[in-house]
């Protein structure tokens, strides 16, 4: 992968956020590839193996045990793992009083796991189980324990449970994007890291952040759809450059 940025800039953007009041991440599948989750359209990625239109909302209602088996299967083996360099400088980041908030895309749960406490999760999360039916929600493990194959059921009601996580086709949580777009009005520097900014509507955060005054800093490995909109671009390895980032702002600070 080509390192393409300057020790200069990490000063300015550590010194940025060390006299910032309200930083903001927003992160994507790339923060997470060095725990081992591949981002799905990669060429290690789920999507090669499993057809990306079965996790679409519709075909789930429809076939739920069906997906259900696949998700067990194919998807959920690739989250057993621990947080990585970059998830534990974000954490720090906060600890410092320097992130006001991680905004995600992720459903993996790490940047909780390396300590982070207020993380939005746009899409979210393997934690829990949703009921479709009466709206009951079970903690993800307790619905894997009763279930033997196919979808697992409501103890309520019967209902099918579905994964909390979005599906494609459906709607993101409310609540979260009403306070990630509120974030992203607020940041006076925000981080895209880790995200091709392909995905609507998460793609517009940095955009209002930019648009609000927020100097935009864009650390990926490849080029994204907003690279012509940022301040400044670091594209490196989120795992190398975040710690880097953050032991500069440390140096400022202390
Ligand atoms: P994306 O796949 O569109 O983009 C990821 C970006 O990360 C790519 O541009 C890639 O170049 C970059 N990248 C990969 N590894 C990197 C590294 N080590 N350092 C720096 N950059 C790296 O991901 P997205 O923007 O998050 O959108 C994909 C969707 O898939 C999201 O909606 C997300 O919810 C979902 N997803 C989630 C997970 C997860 O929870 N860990 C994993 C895969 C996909």
Redesign the pocket.
């Known amino acids: 992968?080509e390192v393409d940025f300057s020790t200069e800039d990490l000063d300015e953007v550590a010194s940025l956020i060390a006299r910032s009041s309200c930083t903001v991440a927003l992160?994507?599948?790339?923060?997470?590839?060095?725990s081992g989750?591949?981002?799905?359209?990669?060429p290690q990625?789920?999507w090669r193996v499993v057809d990306p239109e079965k996790f679409d909302v519709e075909y789930f209602y429809r076939n739920p045990d069906e997906v259900w088996d696949l998700f067990v299967q194919y998807l959920l083996p690739?989250?057993d793992v621990k947080p990585n360099p970059?998830h534990h400088a974000l954490a720090e980041l906060e600890r410092l009083g320097k992130l006001c908030a991680v905004i995600?895309?992720?459903?993996?749960m790490?940047h909780q796991a390396a300590g982070s406490k207020n993380v939005i999760e746009?899409?979210g999360a393997l934690r829990d189980a949703v009921c479709i039916n009466c709206g009951a929600r079970y903690p993800l493990a307790e619905a894997l324990k009763r279930r033997r194959a196919g979808a697992p059921r409501c103890p309520k009601c019967g209902g099918v449970l579905k994964p909390d996580v979005?599906f494609f086709g459906e709607p993101l949580p409310q609540q979260a994007l009403k306070e990630a777009f509120m974030l992203a009005e607020m940041a006076e520097v925000f981080l895209a890291?880790?995200?091709?900014?392909?995905?609507y509507p998460?793609n517009q955060l940095p955009i209002t952040a930019k648009k609000r005054g927020a100097k935009l800093v864009i650390?990926?490995?490849?080029?994204?759809f907003y690279d012509f909109f940022a301040d400044y671009i670091f594209r490196?390895?989120?795992?190398e450059?975040l710690p880097a980032l953050v032991a500069r702002v440390k140096d400022i600070l202390f």
């Open positions: 992968m992160t994507g599948a790339g923060v997470s590839t060095p989750i591949p981002d799905f359209r990669g990625g789920v690739a989250f970059a995600t895309q992720n459903v993996d790490l746009l899409h979005v890291v880790g995200t091709s900014l392909a995905v998460a650390i990926n490995a490849d080029e994204t490196g390895k989120v795992e450059v």
